[in-house]
């Protein structure tokens, strides 16, 4: 492939590089403020909010302008986030701003895919968008502990205690947010080279009725159409259960295997080590034309979820998970591949992924909120592990006799 994809894929990985290394550098900022202990998982749901909030507005905002610049402005928009952290704006209030700007971007992320590459090439680009995606996650995670990690804390702190002048930086949790200002910075450099393509679908008015009308209309649209249908349903399923699932490894990992927060934690990469696996697995051997085809991956991976429960060794704990990312993988980067076609040829490749993010933060949402209510029942965290491999593999047992033949 030329120059100009592979910047798509840099500006996309030093801007996914920053959203994950920031989550941790804004827990940190609230601790050093003495924040209710509460307020830690609540971080991700202002973050997941304006996905959900502002979806009626990103696709129409990402098809009106050329997707590089939508991606600058967005990476802009987190900048400022960042800023707003710096200069004392609550974190929670900070780190919602940083999700307008994720959910302005990802429809241009994808979108541009679809206006920059022929139709055959899709699952290839996707396999290779989301592994980048899930490095940036694994990288992120790692950059952003050491970032606020206490051995760095201890440097950073002894360094700036000795500065004249330091910008107004005072604690290490602002050391970090300001390197991760850096970080989109590179990305928005990134975004100055992505190829200028023609706007394909224009607005026909601009004003919040028409908005809101033209995404029902949309959303009716999408989930009316066979391949929109389960495309739609299998990646919302897909991230609802990946975000529930990180959750239930950390409980499962203390009390199967007995490991502490910190393997635990390490425990959930392994996750998107397999993911990555997944990722180039469908990009190499599923074709956009067979995509349906993959929805028994997963089925299968609701089954491997389940075994877990008979699992009380890291060791064979690794394996197990790295199964299930490779199945995840398999599954949704055609998944993925799919519906932006479909909703490219539709409506629009922003007002379909805008779409889509809707749905799989809705379904992140309600999926966490089930999880909770089990753990609060008094539920074990094994039953909580079997009904959730047993909801994935129904769900898609349903959704492949439904859709099968769709493509045959």
């Not at 699952?123 to 790692?142: D, H, K, Q, R, S």
């Not at 002048?165 to 200002?181: D, H, L, R, S």
């Not at 910190?262 to 990009?283: D, F, M, N, R, Y």
């Not at 890291?314 to 995840?328: E, H, M, Q, R, T």
Request: hydrophobic fraction near 55%; include cysteine; proline fraction near 4%.
């Amino acid at each position: 492939m030329n120059r100009g994809f592979y910047t798509i894929l840099a500006a996309q990985f030093f801007s996914s590089l920053g959203d994950n290394a920031l989550l941790f550098a804004a827990i940190a900022l609230l601790k050093s403020i003495a924040a209710p202990t509460w307020q830690i998982p609540v971080l991700q749901q202002f973050f997941v909010f304006a996905f959900i909030i502002i979806a009626p507005f990103v696709g129409p905002f990402s098809d009106a302008l050329p997707k590089g610049r939508v991606m600058l402005i967005s990476n802009g928009i987190k900048m400022v986030g960042c800023l707003a952290m710096l200069i004392g704006i609550h974190p929670l209030l900070a780190y919602g701003l940083v999700g307008i700007g994720a959910a302005i971007y990802s429809p241009a992320k994808y979108g541009i895919l679809t206006e920059y590459l022929p139709a055959n090439r899709l699952v290839w680009a996707n396999g290779w968008m989301e592994g980048l995606t899930v490095a940036a996650v694994i990288l992120g995670a790692i950059f952003g502990g050491l970032l606020v990690g206490h051995r760095i804390e201890m440097q950073v702190e002894q360094q700036l205690s000795s500065m004249d002048y330091n910008a107004g930086i005072k604690t290490a949790p602002e050391f970090a947010i300001t390197v991760i200002f850096l970080v989109y910075l590179v990305a928005m450099i990134f975004n100055l080279f992505i190829p200028k393509l023609p706007i394909e679908h224009q607005l026909s008015k601009r004003n919040l009725t028409f908005f809101l009308t033209d995404f029902w209309r949309c959303f009716v649209l999408l989930w009316k159409d066979p391949l929109g249908q389960v495309s739609l349903a299998v990646t919302a399923l897909f991230w609802g259960a990946g975000t529930t699932l990180r959750f239930i490894i950390l409980a499962w990992a203390a009390t199967s295997l007995n490991l502490d927060l910190e393997q635990s934690t390490q425990l959930t990469a392994v996750v998107a080590v397999g993911l990555a696996i997944g990722s180039v697995l469908a990009a190499k051997y599923v074709s956009l034309e067979h995509s349906v085809n993959v929805l028994p991956l997963g089925m299968a991976m609701g089954v491997v979820v389940a075994l877990m429960i008979f699992v009380n060794d890291w060791k064979l704990a690794i394996p197990l998970l790295v199964l299930v990312g490779i199945l995840a993988g398999s599954f949704v980067i055609p998944m993925n591949a799919l519906l932006q076609h479909r909703g490219h040829q539709l409506m629009g490749s922003g007002h379909s992924i805008a779409l889509q993010n809707f749905n799989e933060n809705i379904t992140i949402l309600l999926m966490l909120g089930a999880y909770a209510l089990m753990i609060r029942s008094g539920l074990s965290v094994n039953f909580a592990v079997v009904a959730f491999g047993g909801f994935v593999f129904t769900v898609m047992a349903w959704l492949y006799r439904k859709h099968g033949h769709d493509q045959d």
